[in-house]
Antibody
Framework: EAQLVESGGDLVEPGGSLRLSCAGSGFTFSNAWMNWVRQAPGKGLEWVGRIKSKPNGGTIDYAAPVKGRFTISRDDSKATVYLQMNSLRTDDTAVYYC????????WGQGTLVTVSS | DIVMTQSPDSLAVSLGERATINCKSSQSVLYSSNNKNYLGWYQQKPGQPPKLLIHWASTRESGVPDRFSGSGSGTDFTLTISSLQAEDVAVYYCQQYYSIPITFGQGTRLEIK
């Protein structure tokens, strides 16, 4: 069965940077579209961005609030997708999840990012 | 952006009774070339990640109990739990994946009456 494990969450000051990782197993990672979704404390789900598989062009899309600050990349040799977050703001505080596929079939357990001084 | 609006925001249903959650999209999520609605339903229990219950608006994921069903097309969708069980207490979200940005409804909190 597919498994996703996020890591890299931490406490960071406003304006700082952080890189999250999401390691996948139990499925053909290189064929998978991968998403990042976040959830602020006590709030709903917010899509952050998506990277398509290389066979599908590897296109990357972002939500407006993170465009220009966040970068998604993937390393299929390591079955890992990354979320590089720069110029972090307090409203980026959230649990960050990665998920697979166009419909987000599988989800990791999430990693907490806290942006605070 | 496609706005997803769920109703109600919260719902209390007795055990064994039917629960119905609605989701309306601001524009159609039906892709005419394949006649598929790009709409999913997720269940999220406290402290857990979301779990996909239904995709393509009405296709139940493997292992999801058949008391869960999805219906609707175009802009109006419904998630129905035919006979509420205690383990169904959760927040439910609809999501459209028809166009970027992918968007979620605000969530519906389901409780036991």
């Amino acid at each position: 069965e597919a498994q996703l494990v996020e890591s890299g969450g931490d406490l960071v000051e406003p304006g700082g940077s952080l890189r999250l990782s999401c390691a996948g197993s139990g499925f053909t990672f290189s064929n998978a579209w991968m998403n990042w979704v976040r959830q602020a404390p006590g709030k709903g789900l917010e899509w952050v961005g998506r990277i398509k598989s290389k066979p599908n062009g590897g296109t990357i899309d972002y939500a407006a609030p993170v465009k220009g600050r966040f970068t998604i990349s993937r390393d299929d040799s390591k079955a890992t997708v990354y979320l590089q977050m720069n110029s972090l703001r307090t409203d980026d505080t959230a649990v960050y999840y990665c998920s697979t596929g166009i419909q987000s079939d599988y989800w990791g357990q999430g990693t907490l990012v806290t942006v605070s001084s | 952006d496609i706005v997803m609006t769920q109703s109600p925001d919260s719902l209390a249903v007795s055990l064994g009774e039917r629960a119905t959650i609605n989701c309306k999209s601001s524009q159609s999520v039906l892709y005419s070339s394949n006649n598929k609605n790009y709409l999913g339903w997720y269940q999220q229990k406290p402290g857990q990640p979301p779990k996909l219950l239904i995709h393509w608006a009405s296709t139940r994921e493997s292992g999801v109990p058949d008391r869960f069903s999805g219906s609707g097309s175009g802009t109006d969708f419904t998630l129905t739990i035919s006979s509420l069980q205690a383990e169904d207490v959760a927040v439910y979200y609809c999501q459209q994946y028809y166009s970027i940005p992918i968007t979620f409804g605000q969530g519906t909190r389901l409780e036991i009456k």
